[in-house]
């Protein structure tokens, strides 16, 4: 099993950040010598397959890709591209996997502006929202978790890192008091990550996510009020 997979459960079994993801190692850096040149580059040729894939995966959906057109897109031969990815499978399983390890760093950049933990659960769908217009591995990741029963690979599970990282983060907000009493953080995260879900398949299938800035606005700001505890009431009627 890989590091990404073990990682992957179910939300009740995951208590702490610290264990929520395990960022895979630099490949090809070794301590005594520095970089390999030419690791370096396998590196790179590998990211940029990765990419042309996902856009293609993105745009046309899995079945309708080939090694092929991933090849043609890069610029390569279709050996070249077996070089690093064994097969179609193979291609498919590293997107999914890419999009899912990038999320601690794009957790850390969000904590970096120092937000309450209920503005970081926003900034964190907000940041999401972007991708999901901007990104073709998050575009890709998306389209293929939907069409995993066709692809012949175990893939990740679906939504579980991510609800569990919204539950963690709805926990803490829950600690500061930022929580109405009445709001239980774990179902508030499963709300949250099915609305945002919900719309942004709606979005994808009707407008070709034209309108998914607009209609995520819309959720956030129905779900996110709902949630918060009130300011202390004054001591009297003003
Ligand atoms: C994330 C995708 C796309 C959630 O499975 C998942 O958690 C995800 C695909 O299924 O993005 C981002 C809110």
Known sequence: MSQRQSTNRAPEQVPDQASLWTVPKARGISAVTGPDPRQERAVRTRAEILR??????????????GIK?????????????????????????????????????????????????????????????????????????????????????ELPLPYVDWTNLISMLLREAREQGQLADRVDPDVAA?????????????????????????????????LFPAMRARPQAASGPS
């Not at 042309?52 to 890709?65: H, I, K, S, V």
């Not at 502006?113 to 940041?127: A, R």
């Not at 945002?196 to 607009?214: C, K, M, P, T, V």
């Open 52 to 65: 042309c894939a996902a856009q293609l995966f993105a745009e046309r959906g899995y079945q309708q890709t």
């Open 69 to 153: 057109d991933v090849a043609d897109r890069v610029g390569m031969t279709k050996g070249a591209v077996y070089f690093h990815f064994p097969n179609k499978q193979a291609l498919a399983v590293a997107v999914v996997e890419a999009l899912y390890s990038s999320w601690p760093r794009a957790l850390e950049e969000v904590r970096a502006k120092g937000l309450s933990p209920l503005d970081t659960v926003i900034e964190m769908f907000n940041t999401a929202t972007a991708a999901f217009l901007e990104d073709p591995i998050m575009q890709a990741g998306t389209r293929l978790q939907n069409e995993r029963g066709v692809i012949e690979a």
């Open 190 to 222: 499963r709300v949250a990550v099915a609305a945002f879900f919900g719309a942004q398949h709606i979005s994808n299938n009707l407008h070709e996510r034209s309108d998914f800035a607009e209609r995520w606005r819309e959720v956030r700001d129905l």
